[in-house]
C-alpha cells in the first residue's frame, strides 16, 4: 500500500499500519520522482513517526543562538514538497535476478462494438 505525506489522513493511516507491524521496515521516497535520489529507509514505528511528523523548530530561540548568517545552513536543507511512503518489500518477486514492473497502456474507443488498442509499455 502506497501512502503520501502531502495528506495529513495518509500520515495518520500509515503510522497506524505502521504501529500494527512494529518490525517492519519503510522506503520513503520524494514523490515528484528523482531518479533515485533521495531515497530513505526507516525502521520501526518511532523512526517513521519522527519522519512523518518532524519535532518542531524554535527558530527564535535557533537564530539568537547561531546567529542569522547560519541559519539555512545549521537547519539544513529546505524540507521536499512531499514524500511517498511503502512498505518495504525485503524479498521482492525477481525476473532474472532483477526488480520489474509491467506497464500496459490500453485505450478504450468506444464499447460498443467493444474497440480496444493496446500498446504494451516497453
Not at 33 to 61: C, Q, R, S, Y
Not at 86 to 92: A, T
Request: hydrophobic share 40%; charged share 25%.
Amino acid at each position: 500500500r502506497t501512502f503520501t505525506t502531502e495528506r495529513a489522513g495518509e500520515k495518520l493511516t500509515a503510522l497506524a499500519e505502521a504501529e500494527a507491524e512494529p518490525e517492519a521496515v519503510w522506503i520513503i521516497k520524494p514523490s515528484r520522482g528523482n531518479g533515485g535520489k533521495g531515497i530513505e529507509l526507516v525502521k520501526g514505528v518511532e523512526d517513521l513517526k519522527n519522519f512523518l511528523f518532524p519535532p518542531a523548530v524554535d527558530l527564535a530561540a535557533h537564530c539568537r543562538s547561531e546567529g542569522e548568517d547560519h541559519e539555512q545552513q545549521a537547519l539544513g536543507p529546505p524540507p521536499m514538497e512531499g514524500w511517498v511512503v511503502q512498505r518495504y518489500i525485503q524479498e521482492p518477486l525477481l525476473l532474472q535476478g532483477r526488480k520489474f514492473d509491467i506497464r500496459a497502456y490500453c485505450l478504450v474507443a468506444r464499447t460498443t462494438p467493444h474497440l480496444w488498442f493496446f500498446h504494451p509499455g516497453y
